[in-house]
């Protein structure tokens, strides 16, 4: 069994930041890419940014020069730094994880159980 834990959500004002962080568990060979993705009320769940188990990264363009994704390959764990924050950032967000879990010969996707961000006076 694989887990993806999530935290670090929380209420913040316009212009703050937040860190979130994200660590897998369980019976993990290794981990390819890794990313984040967050849902508002009413609207489909989207792609915020990714990064490779070498550390390259991508990033949706509203979130470009305002967030960072990075991670721990030895603490198998994958941060998100949110600077700037806007109210339109405020979603749920998941983290999600291409895990290769032995004895497997392949990847399977895994989902966090999403952490709330709000942003707002």
């Known amino acids: 069994q694989v887990q993806l834990v999530e935290s670090g959500g929380g209420l913040v004002q316009p212009g703050g930041s937040l860190r979130l962080s994200c660590a897998a568990s369980?019976?993990?060979?290794?981990?390819?890419?890794m990313g984040w993705y967050r849902q508002a009320p009413g609207k489909e769940r989207e792609l915020v940014g990714t990064?490779?188990?070498?550390?390259?990264?991508q990033y949706v363009d509203s979130v470009k020069g305002r967030f960072t994704i990075s991670r721990d390959n030895a603490k198998n764990t994958v941060y998100l730094q949110m600077n700037s924050l806007k109210p339109e950032d405020t979603a749920v967000y998941y983290c999600?994880?291409?895990?290769?879990?032995?004895?497997?010969?392949?990847?399977?996707?895994?989902w966090g159980q999403g952490t709330q961000v709000t942003v707002s006076l």
């Open positions: 999600n994880a291409a895990i290769r879990v032995w004895p497997r010969s392949y990847d399977t996707g895994y």
């Open positions: 369980g019976s993990i060979f290794s981990i390819n890419d």
């Open positions: 990064i490779t188990s070498g550390g390259m990264t």
